[in-house]
């Protein structure tokens, strides 16, 4: 019995462990750059958070970005 409670919880670190480093190195391959000022974002910042970029893209905004490799 301890040799499946062991297993168990190594599999359970390991899963937390590489959920962990996905979500810290999630990337997209490209950023964003404001080509038209909007909200707080001024003219060729670059916007490079993932859950901000994957907002602007969905919404309305989108139509003020080009996307750039990153």
């Given at each position: 019995?301890?040799?499946?409670?062991?297993?168990?919880?190594?599999t359970a670190?390991?899963?937390?462990?590489?959920?962990?480093?996905?979500?810290?190195?999630?990337?997209?391959?490209?950023?964003?750059?404001?080509?038209?000022?909007?909200?707080?974002?001024?003219?060729g910042?670059?916007?490079?958070?993932?859950?901000?970029?994957?907002?602007?893209?969905?919404?309305?905004?989108?139509?003020?970005?080009?996307?750039?490799?990153?």
């Open positions: 019995m301890a040799d499946t409670d062991s297993a168990q919880t190594a670190a390991t899963t937390a462990a590489a959920t962990t480093t996905a979500a810290k190195t999630e990337t997209l391959g490209y950023i964003l750059v404001v080509r038209i000022a909007f909200a707080d974002y001024q003219i910042e670059e916007i490079t958070d993932v859950a901000t970029i994957k907002e602007i893209l969905g919404g309305d905004q989108a139509v003020y970005v080009i996307k750039r490799a990153a």
